[in-house]
């Protein structure tokens, strides 16, 4: 995945509603303190749709970061790994596999493993693309016909 590295104003990065698989964001609280004390310390993935920077990859930090500004923190630039746009699948694929941070829940990945296939994936293809064997990916699509106190 080479791409360039470049600085950019935050409030530049694009969020698509509903991209991102993650409903939880965990502690944003603690980690926008730790982005105004260290600054952002990985890239965030991005793609050049047309000019406009949509974020892949990072939604807690961006979100962290937003947060500080709201506080009133000084977060002038931001460093984002800009790449080429590609389908959503192959996009929600890339996120998958770059994702250093906080984990996925079960559901989400379910959630996330189910627009895979609407996208025309195979189960075979989403357990390859994202180095899951069949039975996980299987397994975690039989969540999503399990009740709310089950996930």
Known sequence: MSSEVKLVHPVSISVRA???????????????QSIVQHGVLSALLVQDVRGDL?????????????SALESG???PLVP????????????LILAFSTNT????????EAELFQRLQ??????????H???RSESY????????QAGAEVT
Do not use: C
């Open 101 to 108: 941070g906080l984990q996925l829940k079960p559901i989400e």
């Open 80 to 91: 984002v790994r800009v790449l080429p746009a590609k389908r959503e699948g192959q996009s």
């Open 137 to 144: 990916v299987k397994q975690r699509l039989l969540l999503l």
């Open 18 to 32: 509903g991209f991102n698989p993650r409903v939880d964001y965990g502690d944003i609280a603690s980690l926008s």
């Open 73 to 75: 923190a000084d977060i």
């Open 54 to 66: 949509v974020l892949i990859d990072g939604h807690r930090w961006l979100a962290a970061v937003m």
């Open 129 to 131: 693309e994202t180095a």
């Open 118 to 127: 609407a996208d025309g994936y195979s189960v075979a293809s989403i357990a």
